[in-house]
């Protein structure tokens, strides 16, 4: 199991950035393919965005494409989160999860670990 830590959230208004990060404590974090998600008030988790294990390969929501940048660092054991002209709709408790193996998936059930989620508020 991965321990897994958000940070970053807040308060922005709507066409501001923020950018998450995921710290992770575990020895080989390359051998990770890390995912976003996010639950907004009274609906279901979704699919952010993915990356592979080694950066080499990143995918992402239609609703968030163009827009956010998922990138890692290897060598520090983090995954962030880049989020520019940001909508009242992102509006989201955003949590990074893990999985282990070289298969990206971008559903939830496929992640071993979860972090305990970072709130991101999206003022118009």
């Known amino acids: 199991q991965v321990q897994l830590v958000e940070s970053g959230g807040g308060l922005v208004q709507a066409g501001g950035s923020l950018r998450l990060s995921c710290a992770a404590s575990v020895r080989t974090f390359s051998n990770y393919v890390m995912g976003w998600f996010r639950q907004a008030p009274g609906k279901e988790r979704e699919f952010v965005a993915v990356i592979n294990r080694n950066g080499g390969y990143t995918s992402y929501a239609d609703s968030v494409k163009g827009r956010v940048t998922v990138s890692r660092d290897n060598a520090q054991n983090t995954v962030y989160l880049q989020m520019n002209s940001l909508k009242p709709e992102d509006t989201a408790v955003y949590y990074c999860?893990?999985?282990?193996?070289?298969?990206?998936?971008?559903?939830?059930?496929?992640?071993?670990?979860w972090g305990q989620g970072t709130q991101v508020t999206v003022s118009s």
């Open positions: 999860a893990a999985r282990q193996g070289p298969v990206v998936y971008k559903i939830e059930n496929a992640f071993e670990s």
